[in-house]
């Protein structure tokens, strides 16, 4: 009886070792940035995409303030925040020349948040470095995937903290 006893004590006690194991896995930490070369209207239209509740947080440790960003009410202060931090987390080179990128704004779709920028008078690029930090002062296990489309042709890679740039040559 002693014997069962001693069993199933070391199988609970191993169970509930795996079972808090398990929720202090760390989630995956992700961004997706796609740049799209809009030849015609000589623009860059970027997205980035970022889990929700990551990003709140980010903005709430570096701006400490408190973030919602499904909030309607807090639309225009969010937009602040995000403009902020994209600005100083992303940044785009044509033929090696920076180019100035225009927050559009935000938008939520389900766990994620989908951002906008464009930038504008892009004569058609033989490279584009796309260099991002975003979620980098939060996470030392985040993963950016980057995708560039230049007439029709993707080209795409994941950078892995701590490198933060991707160049797509055409």
Same mark, same amino acid.
């Given at each position: 009886?002693?014997?069962?006893?001693? %069993?199933?004590?070391? =199988?609970?006690?191993?169970?509930?070792?795996?079972?808090?194991?398990?929720?202090?896995?760390?989630?995956?930490?992700?961004?997706?940035?796609?740049?799209?070369?809009?030849?015609?209207?000589?623009?860059?239209? /970027?997205?980035?995409?970022?889990?929700?509740?990551?990003?709140?947080? *980010?903005?709430?440790?570096?701006?400490?303030?408190?973030?919602?960003?499904?909030?309607?009410?807090?639309?225009?202060?969010?937009?602040? =925040?995000?403009?902020?931090?994209?600005?100083?987390? =992303?940044?785009?080179?044509?033929?090696? %020349? *920076?180019?100035? =990128? #225009?927050?559009?704004?935000?938008?939520?779709?389900?766990?994620?948040?989908?951002?906008?920028?464009?930038?504008? %008078?892009? #004569?058609?690029?033989?490279?584009?470095?796309?260099?991002?930090? /975003?979620?980098?002062?939060?996470?030392?296990?985040?993963?950016? /995937? *980057?995708?560039?489309?230049?007439?029709? *042709?993707?080209?795409?890679?994941?950078?892995?903290?701590?490198? %933060?740039?991707?160049?797509?040559?055409?």
């Amino acid at each position: 009886m002693h014997f069962l006893n001693t %069993k199933f004590v070391t =199988l609970f006690l191993v169970f509930a070792l795996i079972s808090s194991t398990k929720r202090l896995k760390h989630p995956l930490h992700v961004s997706t940035t796609e740049v799209n070369v809009n030849a015609k209207d000589k623009t860059l239209e /970027i997205s980035t995409r970022v889990f929700s509740d990551d990003f709140e947080s *980010v903005l709430a440790k570096i701006y400490k303030q408190k973030t919602d960003l499904s909030k309607p009410e807090l639309k225009t202060q969010m937009d602040n =925040l995000i403009k902020k931090y994209l600005l100083s987390h =992303l940044q785009i080179k044509t033929n090696g %020349k *920076v180019v100035a =990128l #225009n927050y559009i704004g935000f938008e939520q779709d389900h766990e994620a948040t989908n951002i906008y920028l464009e930038a504008e %008078k892009i #004569n058609a690029p033989k490279s584009i470095d796309v260099s991002s930090t /975003i979620l980098y002062d939060m996470f030392d296990d985040q993963m950016s /995937i *980057v995708h560039v489309v230049n007439g029709g *042709v993707r080209k795409s890679t994941k950078i892995l903290y701590p490198d %933060k740039t991707f160049t797509a040559s055409f």
